[in-house]
């Protein structure tokens, strides 16, 4: 007889995970040292709440809601997102709503957890989130599964949804269904959707507040809400500290400023906004960060173009420049207009230019992928074209160049949505739109529709360069676009994701629902609670 297998600790977990109160007799004997580890850790979180409890009780008692307080759901998932909305809960029940978070236990989104895991992280969880009752109802999704199947409709929205998941998480976009991240994320992202159809059925809360809502369970839920006809608020964080951006009703990640620039587009900027944008983009240009801004965004230090065309060994034919986007990055996916995806444009582009010697055409990968672990997008280029012709120049992601001085040598720009191509514009260097960027077809762009339509464009170079100059009207319209963007568009709001412990410090709870906090952050508290945002 063949001796038994070796149980792993993998092994153990997958077999108490399913015997009934496994997890809750672990958590009972161990509960006084803490978190599990690998689990989420709140215990600061379960320090403060007793005090931020306190503070939305004293704020309830001096504050006097406008109008009807509303029930308002919030869902979540990782412990940063989770801290998040709690925090923004507790302030939502400080101006008077009805408030309850809903969650999954889940820490990674692209790793498996076996249910024992999951179990405990979930009794952890609500151990520690009732204590913010009265204020804010925690409601823990695990487990809790419709009847109902998944409808068709929603089917066909997961299913996609799952592929931008798996493109967002291994960075790249060729994605098969039979792909082990892939079935992770459809497996994860229709239980996402089961649990919060079961909850907003019976719930029916007026609002339901989710953050991003374009890429995992955020978008499932995101997508069930729709469904059940549940009004959503969708948000996400601008690179402003202490703003953020929202959208009743819409994916905010699809950064919709239409409403915003038809109100704005003929208001000239004043003295002071024009002085503002000027010294944001100055500032955007240096390898630091600046001011109240949250990233940094060159690595190296302008040196000017006529240094950048001696060390690229440029000549002085026409320079076509091409910034990609990170491989992979949500404000990508999904936004094609023509091709099938940024690489399927980048690819056909270079073959393309690799036709035009009589152009030099240089793409600058995106320093951001620095930060990342998945492929580059040079490595894709190279793997696609291994040979370049000499007047084609790749700059990768580690070369010391900074953007704006490649800008600034541009005859001539192509971007598929990243903010390079706005402020190519600024810069007065006309420039082609190609996927479905925020600032496409707000006057002071190229924004052709089709394949034929973009290399009609193209042909047309070098001859036509002298049709597409910037005008001084659109140059003053892409920056009047610009501070609308990066100035009105965004929110005021006290916390930002990625500044939480040093934003508390300046804006406790008690002082954000105190008189001086309201005046500040009141209105985004009440478009968080659905009220419509009039420019």
């Given at each position: 007889m063949s001796p038994e297998p070796a149980l792993t600790s993998a092994k153990i977990k997958e077999r108490l995970g399913d015997l009934p109160l496994a997890a809750e007799l672990y958590w009972m004997l161990r509960r006084?040292?803490?978190?599990?580890s690998g689990g989420y850790n709140f215990e600061t979180v379960r320090q403060n709440l007793p005090g931020w409890r306190a503070e939305v009780e004293q704020a309830r008692e001096k504050i006097t809601p406008v109008g009807s307080p509303r029930r308002i759901?919030?869902?979540?998932?990782?412990a940063f997102w989770i801290r998040h909305?709690?925090?923004?809960g507790l302030a939502l029940a400080g101006v008077g709503h009805q408030v309850s978070l809903a969650y999954l236990p889940h820490g990674k989104y692209f790793r498996a957890a076996s249910n024992f895991d999951l179990r405990r992280q979930d009794i952890y969880l609500k151990d520690i989130l009732g204590l913010a009752r009265p204020f804010v109802e925690p409601v823990s999704l695990y487990r809790m599964h419709s009847k109902k199947a998944l409808p068709d409709s929603l089917k066909a929205r997961i299913a996609d949804l799952s592929t931008r998941d798996s493109q967002y998480i291994l960075q790249r976009e060729d994605i098969s269904p039979e792909s082990e991240i892939y079935r992770l994320r459809y497996e994860r992202n229709t239980t996402a959707a089961l649990s919060a159809m079961a909850w907003l059925e019976k719930a029916r809360p007026d609002l339901l507040i989710i953050p991003n809502g374009s890429i995992m369970e955020y978008e499932a839920v995101y997508y069930t809400a729709h469904y059940l006809g549940v009004d959503t608020v969708t948000y996400e964080f601008s690179e402003l500290s202490q703003r953020i951006w929202l959208a009743i009703n819409a994916d905010v990640m699809r950064q919709d400023t239409n409403e915003l620039w038809n109100k704005r587009r003929d208001q000239p900027l004043t003295e002071a906004q024009w002085d503002a944008i000027r010294t944001l983009f100055a500032a955007r240009k240096k390898p630091q960060l600046w001011e109240n801004f949250v990233f940094r965004y060159q690595g190296a230090v302008s040196e000017g173009a006529q240094h950048l065309r001696a060390s690229l060994g440029l000549d002085q034919r026409p320079l076509v420049l091409?910034?990609?986007?990170?491989?992979?990055?949500?404000v990508t996916l999904g936004r094609q207009v023509f091709?099938?995806?940024?690489?399927?444009?980048?690819?056909r582009s270079i073959q393309y230019f690799a036709q035009r010697p009589d152009l030099q055409f240089v793409i600058r990968i995106h320093p951001g992928e620095l930060m990342l672990d998945g492929p580059s997008m040079a490595e894709?280029?190279?793997r696609e074209l291994p040979t370049l012709p000499s007047h084609i120049h790749l700059v990768r992601a580690d070369e010391k160049v900074?953007?704006?001085d490649l800008i600034e040598a541009a005859d001539f720009g192509l971007v598929y949505t990243t903010t390079a191509g706005l402020e190519?514009?600024?810069c007065g260097v006309p420039v082609v739109v190609a996927g479905s960027a925020h600032y496409r077809q707000r006057g002071f762009t190229l924004d052709p529709q089709s394949w034929e339509a973009y290399l009609a464009l193209l042909d047309s170079l070098p001859v036509g360069l002298q049709d597409y100059r910037m005008t001084q009207e659109k140059v003053e319209l892409a920056w009047n676009y610009a501070y609308r963007y990066f100035y009105e568009f965004p929110h005021p709001y006290p916390w930002h994701l990625y500044n939480m412990d040093k934003d508390l410090h300046e804006w406790p709870l008690s002082r954000v629902l105190s008189q001086d906090g309201l005046e500040k952050f009141g209105a985004t508290l009440d478009h968080l609670a659905g009220k419509p945002v009039t420019w």
């Open positions: 006084e040292n803490g978190p599990a759901g919030l869902f979540s998932i990782q909305q709690l925090l923004m091409l910034p990609t986007n990170v491989l992979g990055d949500s091709s099938q995806s940024m690489t399927d444009w980048i690819l894709i280029i190279c900074n953007t704006y190519m514009a600024m």
